[in-house]
């Protein structure tokens, strides 16, 4: 054994060029594969990301009541030990922010045009730690310290509108008590995220001003709460944390009812789940390329020396010592194919995390897709994929040097030596 590894570790590096090709087939597909998964499994959490940051929160808290007549946003729930949640969810692990929103049933006016919105009262300090939504004000500026007519809309509910920063709207809704009222505010800034429900619906007014036109009466109906999402951790990982965050919460207040993203956006995760399986045939056809080319050129490498095969044969080397020594080459080439795609595949992730990848060019013609996600792209680690990887270049290697090797050991010495 030792001697034929010997032989078939000579061939491989008498003929650098070929092993060179071979191998950089090899690190080619693995690395592309691995590039592509990142980048697909980078979107889907971009996506989540800004429904987190910009819509949903990691977690929320409803009180018992708000909870069963939720989708109907009524006024006159709110949480009764919300101060009491808030302080115990600060003092939690991975936590980093709690605010409130209230969501409500409205109707903006301006001029003859009017449109339905379903609007968003909040803290103007506290919303800060938990959404971004102040981050994407692209004109005008956030709430000021006395925002009593001051309202944020979207961009493109601005522009269905015919409004502008500076111009006034009106917006109508049923207060707590189920009374009429209508107050006229100054659109103060206008948002431009990389969520369309934002930019087509987005309507946010502060609790100064919504306690005297909705009477709130100082009551929250839900908590929002965001959990930290470290740089390059995984969905899976992440939704574990807040398994946890939820569990806490469960345990010491068993009174409310606490949701994640994902308990309240299925359908959402169950289209990137969708949209994983068209990338999943993607990269499939990506390995599916590199695996013929690495079979096309072990096949050569074989051929091309099954004359010398027939000199070994005449030397009495036996067929299967001769179909070993190929075994050998395909797996010594597979390893350092793989060791290369796994390389370069590693450094690209690191940029794939840290950096990311700018499509903002491209991200502009689609700004109003169904899609949340946003122009930069973030990639993901994922063990699993370096291993499959590296486990695949090996493999297909061996394979591919399987077939021709198993002929030309069963081939004739002379039969060998007239071989062309």
Request: charged residues 20%.
């Amino acid at each position: 054994m030792g001697a034929i590894f010997k032989i078939a570790f000579r061939n491989i590096m008498r003929n650098k060029r070929r092993t060179f090709l071979t191998a950089i087939i090899i690190s080619v597909g693995l690395f592309v594969y691995i590039w592509f998964d990142s980048l697909i499994t980078g979107i889907d959490r971009s996506a989540i990301e800004n429904m987190i940051n910009l819509t949903e929160s990691s977690l929320k808290v409803y009180s018992p009541d708000y909870d069963k007549d939720k989708n109907a946003f009524p006024l006159k729930y709110g949480i009764t030990n919300f101060s009491k949640i808030e302080s115990f969810l600060l003092n939690t692990k991975d936590v980093t922010g709690v605010t409130s929103r209230t969501s409500f049933l409205g109707e903006l006016l301006s001029g003859p045009k009017a449109l339905h919105v379903i609007g968003n009262v909040i803290d103007p300090i506290k919303d800060k730690t938990v959404f971004t939504t102040a981050q994407f004000i692209r004109k005008g500026r956030y709430f000021s310290t006395n925002s009593t007519t001051e309202i944020l809309l979207g961009k493109k509910l601005a522009d269905d509108l015919n409004l502008n920063v500076g111009d006034a709207v009106t917006l109508r809704s049923m207060t707590k008590f189920e009374a009429n009222n209508a107050v006229d505010f100054e659109v103060v800034g206008l948002i431009n995220s990389s969520h369309p429900a934002v930019n087509e619906g987005g309507a946010y007014i502060t609790y100064q001003a919504a306690e005297p036109f909705l009477d709130l009466g100082g009551i929250y109906p839900e908590a929002d709460i965001h959990v930290n999402w470290e740089k390059g951790e995984s969905v899976q990982s992440y939704l574990k944390k807040l398994q946890v965050v939820k569990d806490k919460i469960k345990q010491r207040f068993p009174e409310v009812a606490s949701y994640t993203f994902n308990d309240l956006s299925g359908g959402f995760l169950a289209l990137l789940k969708q949209k994983g399986t068209s990338g999943a045939i993607m990269t499939f056809l990506i390995l599916l390329i590199a695996a013929i080319g690495i079979v096309n050129s072990v096949l050569m490498s074989v051929y091309e020396r099954i004359r010398e095969v027939g000199v070994l044969k005449a030397m009495g080397i036996k067929p299967g010592e001769i179909m070993r020594m190929f075994m050998y080459e395909g797996v010594l080439i597979g390893f350092i194919g793989s060791t290369i795609g796994i390389i370069l595949g590693f450094l690209t992730n690191i940029l794939m995390v840290n950096v990311g990848m700018d499509m903002t060019g491209y991200m502009k013609g689609i700004s109003s897709s169904s899609m949340p996600v946003s122009a930069v792209f973030y990639g993901q680690w994922n063990p699993g994929t370096f291993i499959g990887m590296f486990v695949f270049g090996m493999i297909i290697s061996v394979l591919a040097a399987y077939v021709p090797s198993r002929k030309a050991a069963l081939m004739h010495a002379t039969e060998c030596l007239h071989f062309v």
